[in-house]
């Protein structure tokens, strides 16, 4: 830019030199070079401070036009570095400014989202991490001073809250390592029908304890899939402890293994309370969950991101009221 102004301002005075030596050879081919050689000096004179006059003032305008947004960027791009992510660069100006005015706001945007979520996401950790540790040190604090006394029962509640920190902490490693791009699959040629037989048995106990009841319809000629089977257990165990805390007793949960089209489609349907229209679209987003839940709010974002990592698909449909209805498609094995 700074080259443009010095060439704007040459190519004025060059212009200026050469309309002032044709201004001169006029006036002496007219008036003869005796009546001109008296007033010479003041008519280039004049025209030069004519000329250098309109160069100062093309520079000048030339000089505002391209600093002051650069100025304006520079002061933006000072005030992100500190954190504040509110700064905004006006779309003005010549095209190539405009330009990197938009891609500077959209920076500052995305920015200022991260910034948010960032915040927002540790606040919930906080959260999370405080009822069982509050549990655990209250339990503990109770025993050694002697109001409890030290036997299962009452340490029974310090192993399930430390259980619920491990879960949760494997949970968390698990979002970083799907956000860095980062989670490992051990792939293998499994049978579906097979671990979903395997997950529905971890859950029996549980299931029972809520009065709830499962079934299974696993189609036999369903094809192999390639996926991670720790991963695609713990994203299904997920869906399925959901299903059973937010049933009512009486309830039932159906799981259903079945080709759909070119993909192996694994659906888990329940008599539940149902989710309500306001958090239905935000269901696989982390630590969302209805009023009364107690899970963490982790475990459909879990299931979203492993179910995605396999290459395939994850989409849910409730009804309150009427219950859940969560489908997984997975390719088939190669």
Not at 35 to 52: D, G, K, N, P, R
Not at 216 to 224: E, F, N, R, W
Request: net charge negative; charged share 20%.
């Amino acid at each position: 830019m700074g080259c443009l102004i010095l060439g704007v301002i040459g190519l004025v005075a060059v212009v200026g030199a050469l309309v002032t030596a044709l201004v001169i050879t006029l006036l002496s081919w007219l008036l003869g070079p005796t009546a001109l050689s008296q007033s010479t000096a003041e008519v280039v004179l004049v025209i030069t401070f004519l000329l250098l006059g309109a160069s100062a003032v093309v520079a000048q305008r030339g000089i505002r036009r391209f600093s002051q947004p650069m100025d304006n960027l520079i002061e933006a791009a000072g005030r992100i570095e500190k954190g504040d992510y509110s700064a905004h660069l006006s779309d003005t100006g010549p095209r190539e400014l405009r330009s990197v005015a938009r891609a500077f706001n959209a920076m500052s945007a995305r920015l200022k989202t991260s910034d948010e979520q960032r915040r927002s996401f540790l606040a919930d950790v906080a959260h999370e991490l405080r009822t069982p540790l509050s549990i655990i040190r209250g339990q503990a604090e109770a025993i050694a001073d002697g109001v409890y006394p030290g036997d299962p029962d009452h340490v029974m509640p310090i192993l399930d809250a430390t259980r619920t920190l491990e879960v949760l902490v494997e949970d968390l490693r698990t979002l970083v390592l799907t956000d860095a791009g980062s989670l490992v699959l051990n792939r293998e040629h499994i049978e579906p029908g097979a671990l979903v037989q395997d997950v529905l048995a971890s859950f029996e106990t549980q299931s029972e304890a809520f009065g709830v009841s499962m079934a299974s319809a696993i189609d036999s000629t369903v094809p192999l899939v390639d996926v991670d089977p720790a991963r695609l257990r713990s994203a299904l165990a997920n869906v399925v402890s959901n299903a059973i805390r937010h049933t009512p007793a009486g309830g039932s949960i159906r799981i259903e293994v079945h080709t759909a089209g070119d993909q192996v489609a694994i659906t888990v349907q329940d008599t539940g309370e149902g989710i309500s229209p306001e958090i239905l679209p935000r269901v696989f987003q982390r630590f969302v969950k209805g009023p009364g839940s107690t899970g963490s709010g982790l475990g459909l974002a879990i299931t979203h991101d492993i179910i995605t990592a396999h290459g395939g698909t994850v989409d849910i449909q409730s009804t309150v009221g009427s219950g859940t209805t969560v489908r997984i498609a997975l390719p088939p094995a190669t």
